[in-house]
């Protein structure tokens, strides 16, 4: 299935897919996240529900700004998702960059992850390896403050590219909206009773660790496993 986001323009004063715009008139001035990583070479896919707005957000910085709408036009404009995620591929010497919300964000929803991956590779590569195979899939690919109860056109990628994971049998995190995703690819319920997928305990937290996995030390030895293979 082709990639709908190589329609958006980067940059533009109203990020929202065209034929998503009817769906989501309120638009939205902060570039889509439908997805951050690495299809290609990802490894373990992270279903989340979206991400939100808030102060120091990277974009809003003049400094970083260009860094953002590079990376926006890389990653929503090639064929499948191959780019790195820009949060955890950050340049780690940028002290700027480090204190925005975004790398914050997902710097610590993956310490855990990183930590143990860091282990066996080091830091540096750990960070790199996680910024590429760590895939993850957004609910909604735009900002909003609480969950929108509205499918979009744009889903039909979302699910093409779950459902292609899914038959792949590798390893998925549930980590958010688990109703919204077993609605949009039903086979999730499948891959959750095999143990292919895997819930989070605590929806909130938003962190891959041993505690907030369901399984545990198991769970999460298999997943850093997958990550590093």
């Not at 969950?147 to 590219?161: G, I, K, S």
């Not at 292919?196 to 496993?225: E, H, P, Q, Y």
Request: charged share 20%; with cysteine.
């Amino acid at each position: 299935m082709e990639n709908p986001w190589k329609a958006v323009s980067v940059p533009t004063d109203n990020y929202v897919h065209p034929a998503d715009r009817q769906a989501w008139p309120s638009g939205s001035s902060l570039p889509p996240q439908p997805y951050l990583g690495s299809y290609l070479d990802g490894k373990v896919m992270w279903l989340l529900g979206g991400f939100g707005t808030g102060v120091e957000m990277a974009i809003e910085h003049a400094t970083h700004r260009h860094t953002v709408i590079a990376w926006t036009q890389k990653n929503l404009g090639c064929d499948l998702p191959s780019v790195p995620n820009l949060w955890l591929a950050a340049d780690t010497n940028d002290e700027a960059l480090n204190m925005t919300r975004d790398v914050r964000w997902w710097r610590k929803a993956t310490t855990a992850l990183h930590a143990e991956m860091a282990r066996h590779v080091g830091t540096p590569l750990a960070q790199k390896m996680l910024s590429t195979r760590l895939f993850v899939l957004e609910a909604f690919p735009y900002p909003a403050k609480s969950r929108p109860n509205r499918l979009l056109p744009t889903h039909a990628y979302t699910r093409h590219l779950l459902a292609s994971w899914v038959e792949s049998e590798r390893p998925i995190v549930v980590g958010r909206a688990e109703k919204f995703w077993c609605q949009l690819e039903p086979r999730l319920h499948r891959a959750l009773a095999s143990g292919i997928a895997v819930r989070v305990k605590n929806v909130r937290a938003a962190t891959i660790s041993a505690g907030n996995l369901v399984g545990g030390r198991d769970d999460f030895s298999r997943l850093v496993a997958a990550l590093l293979r």
